[in-house]
C-alpha cells in the first residue's frame, strides 16, 4: 500500500509540475514533501529501492532547472559536484571485489549530489514570500502525517520508554531513533516559527498543539541529535527574526516567547514523569543507574578518529567513495557507517573534500552578506551543519534544507520593484 501510495505522489507531483511549467516553482514544492516524507515511506517500506527519495529530489530539481534554468553565479555549487568524481574514480581501485560498486558509490554520494543540486536549483533563486510559505507548508505536512503515524503506531508508549537511556527503535514506530529524532525536530522547529510569522491566534494555538505533538514524538526517541539540533534552529531563526523587528513588535514577541518557554517546560515535565527521570538522564550523559557515561559521543567519536585518520594517509585524493567503512573495519574491527559527513568527506576525498566543504560554508556566508532578507538562512544552515555531524547524510532532508538557505525571498507587497536586482 505505501509503495502505491509513493508512486500515486511521484506521479501526480511530476504531471502537475508538467502542467505548470514550474512558473511558481512548482518542483521545488514537489521536492520539498517527498524530501519530508522520505522517512515515512522508508519506515513503512514504500520506497521502491532505498534511495528513492534523493533520487526523487534531485528529479524534480532537474525538472524545475530544465523549465527555469540557473543562476550565472552557481560556478561554485558546480565545482563542488565534479570535486565528487575523482573520488568515484579512486575507489573503483580500493574497494574490495565482494563490494557491489554500484551500490556503494549510491549510498555514499546520493546525499551530497542531493545537496548539489538542491544548491543549483535555489542559488540566487527569486522567490515571493507567498511561495516561501507553500514550499515551508509543503515540507512541514508529510511530518505533521509522520507524526500522526507514530502515535497510531505506538499508541502506549509507557513500557517502551523503560528500557534504559540508550536510542529507543520501540518509541520510534521500530525505525531508526536518529532519524525519527531529525524530522520530528525539524517539524517542531517549522511549526515554532509559524508562531511568530502567521499572525492569526486559531492557527497559532493549533501550531503550539503540533509542536508539542512534534517534539513529544522527537524527545522520546531518546536520540539527542535531532532535539539539540531543533533547539539551535529555533534559537538562530528568533535571533535573526527578533532583530529585524521594531521596537513594539518586539515586545509582542517578548509574550509569545514567555508562552513558548511555558510549553515546552510542561512538556519536558510530562516526559520526566513518564520515563521516571531517564530523559534526564540521557541528557546529562548517564545510564540507567544514573552514573555518568565515559563518552558523550556514543561511539561516534571513534568512528571520526578512524576517518581522519584515513584522511592522514591519504591526504591527497581520499581513500576513495565508500572505502572510509572498509578502512574502518581494517583498522578497529567496527564495521558501521559513518555518522559524521564532514570527516567522511576527508577520509574519503581528501583535500578536495575540504575544498567541498570550504565551498558549501563559505558561499552561503558570502550570499548572506549580500541579500539578508531570509529569516530561516541561519537555522537552515544550522540544521544542514548539525545534521551532518550526528546522522550524515543518509536522508535527503538536510542537503535539502541547505538549498533552501540560499533562495532569494522577495516581499511583493513592500518592494514591487525588487530594488536590489538579481543578475541570474
Request: charged share 15%; glycine share 8%; hydrophobic share 50%.
Amino acid at each position: 500500500m505505501a509503495e502505491i501510495l509513493l508512486l500515486a505522489v511521484l506521479a501526480f507531483s511530476l504531471f502537475y509540475v508538467i502542467i505548470k511549467d514550474n512558473k511558481n516553482n512548482e518542483a521545488l514544492m514537489a521536492a520539498a514533501y517527498i524530501a519530508g516524507a522520505e522517512v515515512f515511506f522508508r519506515m513503512n517500506g514504500g520506497m521502491i529501492f532505498y534511495e528513492t527519495g534523493k533520487y526523487a529530489v534531485i528529479l524534480f530539481l532537474l525538472i524545475g532547472m530544465f523549465y527555469k534554468g540557473t543562476s550565472t553565479r552557481t560556478v561554485p555549487f558546480w565545482i563542488y559536484l565534479l570535486i565528487l568524481i575523482p573520488g568515484i574514480v579512486v575507489a573503483s581501485q580500493t574497494l574490495d571485489y565482494d563490494v557491489v560498486f554500484r551500490k556503494a558509490i549510491a549510498f555514499n554520494l546520493s546525499g551530497p549530489v542531493c545537496l548539489g543540486i538542491s544548491a543549483l536549483y535555489c542559488y540566487y533563486k527569486k522567490v515571493s514570500k507567498i511561495q516561501f510559505n507553500y514550499i515551508l507548508l509543503m515540507l512541514l505536512l508529510p511530518l505533521v502525517a509522520n507524526m500522526a503515524y507514530l502515535y497510531f503506531y505506538t499508541p502506549s508508549i509507557g513500557e517502551a520508554l523503560m528500557s534504559g537511556t540508550n536510542s529507543n527503535y520501540a518509541a520510534s514506530g521500530g525505525y531508526g531513533p536518529n532519524q525519527i529524532s531529525t524530522v520530528m525536530g525539524l517539524g517542531a522547529f517549522l511549526v515554532c516559527t509559524r508562531l511568530f510569522t502567521v499572525k492569526n491566534r486559531v492557527i497559532n494555538l493549533i501550531d503550539i498543539i503540533l509542536m508539542t505533538l512534534l517534539s513529544y514524538r522527537a524527545i522520546v526517541t531518546f536520540s539527542r541529535g535531532g532535539v539539540l539540533t531543533a533547539i539551535i534552529c529555533v534559537l538562530a531563526f528568533l535571533l535573526i527574526f527578533f532583530v529585524k523587528q521594531d521596537v513594539r513588535s518586539q515586545f509582542r514577541l517578548i509574550k509569545k516567547l514567555a508562552l513558548l518557554f511555558l510549553t515546552i517546560v510542561g512538556m519536558w515535565t510530562i516526559v520526566t514523569i513518564q520515563t521516571r527521570g531517564l530523559i534526564a538522564y540521557r541528557y546529562t550523559n548517564r545510564d540507567a543507574s544514573g552514573k555518568l557515561e565515559d563518552d558523550i559521543t556514543t561511539g561516534r567519536a571513534e568512528l571520526i578518529i578512524t576517518e581522519l585518520q584515513g584522511f592522514y594517509n591519504n591526504p591527497v585524493i581520499g581513500v576513495g567513495v565508500g572505502k572510509a567503512k572498509e578502512f574502518r573495519m581494517e583498522e578497529t574491527g567496527i564495521e558501521t557507517a559513518s555518522h559524521n559527513e564532514v570527516s567522511r568527506l576527508l577520509s574519503e576525498h581528501g583535500l578536495l573534500g575540504l575544498l567541498a566543504l570550504l565551498i558549501l560554508i563559505f558561499v552561503p556566508v558570502i550570499f548572506w552578506t549580500k541579500f539578508r532578507n531570509n529569516y530561516y538562512f541561519l537555522a537552515f544552515l544550522a540544521f544542514w551543519f548539525l545534521t551532518i555531524n550526528h546522522s550524515a547524510m543518509r536522508i535527503a532532508l538536510p542537503g535539502f534544507v541547505y538549498g533552501l538557505a540560499l533562495l532569494y525571498i522577495v516581499d511583493d507587497k513592500k518592494d514591487p520593484v525588487h530594488r536590489k536586482r538579481l543578475t541570474t
